[in-house]
């Protein structure tokens, strides 16, 4: 029998596995904090990644797929770095989504995910826009790789479709995936107006030092890999180690999601 996601949350709770974070106080979105069973099955999991992929790790044996033997180190690094690592890595200028507000309900909405809301909607409801924009590419079935992925992505976020919905989708997928507006006006919720689509940068801003200005700017990062990365240098000279090599490392990363969902999977902690 299939549980629903409130089901599990519940549970999780009740078993002292995972709690809302500051529940006592309404609780906040996208955070969620470790209980004491939670603590020793994260702890455990951990504990079995990083002894079967560096402690245990057999420096002499070609794995399967790898072109030869390679060595496997440790790493832990900061989670606050100098803002140029992420200019250099493009998440300062490119990591964002577009995203709307309702003038109404003052919900938020991303782009992409107000479109594939809408769309999956279309057998009973279908704006007339899209009805518009599905005329013009009915008879194209194909799909990118890209448009693909965007397909599977509001499959498992939203369930499958039925036949025909899957094939609105299909066709609206097409004409929509170069734009960066939303194709209808209307909250999918309780279908006010929606604000013009606006940049949305993913990164959590935190001042360092006294001075609260641009100088004084940081961010937590958004994933862990940049600490490998520009710790290169450091591992080599150290560990002697010779290309090629593997780091790992286990870390908290910070994503400010327009809107967490999906419990632990989409959260921005």
């Known amino acids: ?5 409130e ?13 809302q974070n500051s529940d006592i106080y309404g609780g906040q979105q996208g955070f969620w904090d470790y209980g004491p069973l939670g603590t020793e099955l994260k702890r455990n999991v951990r504990n079995a990644w990083y002894n079967s992929m560096v402690t245990n790790h057999d420096e002499l044996t070609v794995p399967e797929g790898a072109p030869s033997p390679f060595q496997m180190v440790g790493i832990e690094t900061s989670i606050i770095m100098h803002p140029s690592v992420w200019k250099a890595s493009g998440h300062y200028d490119l990591f964002h989504d577009f995203m709307v507000d309702c003038k109404s309900c003052k919900s938020r909405f991303r782009v992409d995910h107000i479109s ?4 999956l909607d279309a057998g009973t409801q279908a704006p007339i826009a899209c009805e518009t924009y599905m005329q013009d590419v009915e008879n194209d079935t194909g ?15 939203y369930g499958k479709p039925t036949l025909e919905e899957t094939m609105s989708l299909d066709s609206y997928l097409k004409l929509a995936a170069g734009i960066s507006s939303p194709p209808v006006a209307h909250c999918p919720d309780c279908h006010g107006e929606l604000t013009d689509p606006r940049e949305f940068n993913l990164m959590f801003k935190t001042i360092v030092g006294a001075l609260s ?34 780091i790992a490392q286990i870390g908290k990363s910070f994503r400010n999601e327009i809107t967490p969902r999906n419990f632990t999977f989409r959260s921005r902690e």
Do not use: H, W, Y
Not at 1 to 5: E, F, I, N, V
Not at 9 to 14: D, E, S, W
Not at 116 to 119: F, K, P
Not at 239 to 244: A, D, Q, Y
């Open 116 to 119: 594939t809301r809408v769309i």
């Open 213 to 246: 200005g641009e100088e004084g700017t940081a961010f937590l990062r958004p994933e862990t890999a940049q600490g490998m990365f520009v710790n290169f240098k450091n591992v080599v000279d150290s560990s002697r180690v010779k290309l090629p090599f593997g």
């Open 143 to 157: 799909l990118s790789k890209a448009q693909q992925k965007r397909l599977d992505k509001a499959i498992q976020e």
């Open 1 to 5: 029998m299939s549980k629903s996601m």
């Open 7 to 19: 089901q599990i949350v519940a549970l999780c709770k009740r078993r002292g596995f995972i709690f």
